[in-house]
Nanobody, 115 residues
Framework: QVRLVESGGGLVQPGGSLRLSCVGSGIIFTFDAMGWYRQAPGKERDLVAAISIIGSTNYTDSVKGRFTISRDNAKNTVYLQMNSLKPEDTAVYYC?????????WGQGTQVTVSS
């Protein structure tokens, strides 16, 4: 059974930073491209950052230059470094494969950007 556990969220002031982690069990990250998604209240769950098996990355325009996705396959972990946070980054953040496996979604981690 696959389990993805996100952590690292919290309350931060605008301009601050957070580092999210996603640890997987029952899945070998080496074999999958992974992504970080976020869902704000009343909105759909959108992909914000992706990383391929070989480490190539892509970002949605709104986070380019501020967020960095990385992976440590030996630890089965994917990270999201978030800098220069804005109130509009407030959401629950999730990780999953790029195929959005419905049985892989975890509880997510809440990120709140507010003064």
């Amino acid at each position: 059974q696959v389990r993805l556990v996100e952590s690292g969220g919290g309350l931060v002031q605008p301009g601050g930073s957070l580092r999210l982690s996603c640890v997987g069990s029952g899945i070998i990250f080496t074999f999958d491209a992974m992504g970080w998604y976020r869902q704000a209240p009343g909105k759909e769950r959108d992909l914000v950052a992706a990383i391929s098996i070989i480490g190539s990355t892509n970002y949605t325009d709104s986070v380019k230059g501020r967020f960095t996705i990385s992976r440590d396959n030996a630890k089965n972990t994917v990270y999201l470094q978030m800098n220069s946070l804005k109130p509009e980054d407030t959401a629950v953040y999730y990780c999953n494969t790029l195929t959005r496996r419905s049985d892989y979604w975890g509880q997510g981690t809440q990120v709140t950007v507010s003064s």
